[in-house]
C-alpha cells in the first residue's frame, strides 16, 4: 500500500483527525463498536485508522485487518461480475431473463388485491436482466409489509439455508411479481438472480468465477461466503 503525507497530496493532516475525534465519540457513547478508516488521494493513502473494538463484551480492538461482513456490498461484487460476461458478448442486457433461467417466463404478476386475495396476471414485458440489475424486475425481498407479495415470499420454502443456488432461484420464480417488470423500482432479490446468471451463463459455480475473476486478480484475500477456521479470531462479532 502506497502511503504519503496528506500535505504532499493538497489534503490537511488536521482535517483529517476530525475523523479520529468524530468516530472516537460515536465508540465512546455506544453508538457504535467501532471503525475502521481509510482516505487515498492520487493514489496514495493519507490516512489508515482504527478506532473502538472488534467484540465489545471481550474487549478486543478493531484492527486494520479485521474481517467485516460486508452485507449489501455483495450487490456491486455480484454486478460486476456479470457485466464482465455482458463485456464478453455473453448475453444482451434486454434479454428476458427466462432465456436463461426458463421458469422466470411463467412467473406471475400482481395485479390487485381483490376481496378474496391477490389477483393475478402474466408478464405485459418480459423481465430482462437491465430490470434485475437496476431492481426494476418486480422482485421483492419479503420484508416489506406493503404488499401480499412479501407475505409469500417469508413463508415461502426458498427462504431455507439448505437450498443451494440453483434451488434458491428457481423457487423465487414461482412467487408472483409485485408490479409489471420495468414499471416501478423495489429494492429486491433481483442481485440473487443476477449471481444466478453468472453460474447459468458462465458455466462455473458463482463463488468459483467470482474467485477466479475478482477476488484473485484483486488480491481480495480475506473476501469469503464463509471465513475460513484459520481467520475466525479476526472475524467482528455481529
Not at 423457487?171 to 423495489?186: C, D, E, I, S
Not at 477456521?229 to 479476526?234: G, I, P, S, V
Request: with cysteine; aromatic share 10%; net charge neutral.
Amino acid at each position: 500500500m502506497r502511503t504519503t503525507s496528506p500535505e504532499a497530496v493538497g489534503m490537511s493532516s488536521d482535517r483529517l483527525n476530525n475523523i479520529n475525534t468524530k468516530l472516537q465519540s460515536y465508540v465512546d457513547n455506544k453508538n457504535a463498536p467501532g471503525f475502521i478508516t481509510l482516505v487515498a488521494r492520487q493514489g496514495q493513502v493519507v490516512h489508515y485508522e482504527t478506532r473502538g473494538y472488534r467484540d465489545v463484551e471481550k474487549q478486543l480492538p478493531m484492527e486494520k485487518d479485521t474481517i467485516l461482513r460486508i452485507y449489501s456490498m455483495t450487490k456491486p461484487i455480484t454486478s460486476v461480475a456479470l457485466m464482465m460476461l455482458y463485456e464478453q458478448g455473453k448475453f444482451q442486457l434486454t434479454d428476458p431473463v427466462a432465456k436463461y433461467i426458463p421458469e422466470f417466463g411463467k412467473t406471475k404478476v400482481l395485479k390487485k388485491v381483490g376481496f378474496i386475495g391477490p389477483e393475478l396476471g402474466d408478464q405485459e414485458t418480459p423481465m430482462t436482466i437491465q430490470h434485475l440489475l437496476t431492481h426494476t424486475s418486480g422482485l421483492s425481498y419479503g420484508f416489506f409489509y406493503d404488499s401480499p407479495i412479501d407475505e409469500m415470499y417469508r413463508n415461502s420454502p426458498f427462504r431455507d439455508t439448505s437450498l443451494n443456488l440453483e434451488e434458491k432461484i428457481k423457487g423465487m420464480a414461482q412467487l408472483p411479481l409485485r408490479f409489471q417488470p420495468g414499471t416501478q423500482w423495489n429494492y429486491s432479490i433481483a442481485t440473487d438472480v443476477c449471481g444466478y446468471l453468472v453460474q447459468v451463463i458462465s458455466g462455473r459455480p458463482f463463488e468459483t468465477f467470482l474467485q477466479e475473476n475478482i477476488f484473485n486478480p484483486l488480491g481480495m484475500v480475506d473476501t469469503h461466503f464463509q471465513v475460513p477456521t484459520d481467520k475466525l479470531n479476526r472475524f467482528a462479532t455481529l
